[in-house]
């Protein structure tokens, strides 16, 4: 199984205004870094929760026709299409009413339909089939607060400490903070 970024957030859960205001920064001078560590922030806590924030799409390849296709990065929204390549590597495209759309659970799924049955196609050896899909709770309004929160203690932790190591000190604090807020909804994976 393989997992890629298709289509980045067009916009961050933290704007620069918040998180800004959050710093105590009034001036200009470090916009691009504090723009830089809300992305980072942002990727460090999809990555941690195993979920994604704002709308983005993704691909997912995988080896073989399982159960049932489980969709990592919840919440999802849509399932754009379910794509295969057979052993001469020509692509087919399998047909919306033959699976149903499960985007009620967590992670979201791809359930045959009905009476339907995966192709019976032989699939190359590897990656034969990917199935594009849309994810994200939406618009930045929609993700939830302790996401944002757990995403300005990082930005301000990281913008005070510019460097990899803080000599004599210890960040436990700020760490147990973090995973705290971010723990609530984490999506174990399978």
Known sequence: MALKL???????????????????????????????????????????????FVTQTYELWLDAWPEYIQIPRPPLQSITSIKYYGTDNAEYTLAPADYFVDSVSEPGRAVLAYGKSWPSTTLRPANGIVVTFVAGYGAVASV??????????????????????????????????????????????V
Do not use: C
Not at 166 to 187: N, P, Q, Y
């Open 6 to 52: 298709i289509t980045a957030p067009v916009s961050e859960p933290i704007d620069l205004t918040t998180a800004k205001s959050h710093l105590r920064v009034d001036t200009i001078d470090d916009d691009s870094l504090i723009t830089s560590l809300i992305i980072a922030a942002r990727e460090y806590a999809q990555g941690f929760q195993n979920r994604a």
């Open 144 to 189: 939830p607060q302790q996401v944002k929160q757990a995403m300005l203690l990082l930005i301000g932790h990281w913008n005070e400490n510019r460097e990899a190591a803080i000599s004599g000190a210890i960040s436990r604090e700020i760490e147990f903070a973090v995973h705290a807020l971010l723990t609530m909804d984490r999506v174990v994976p």
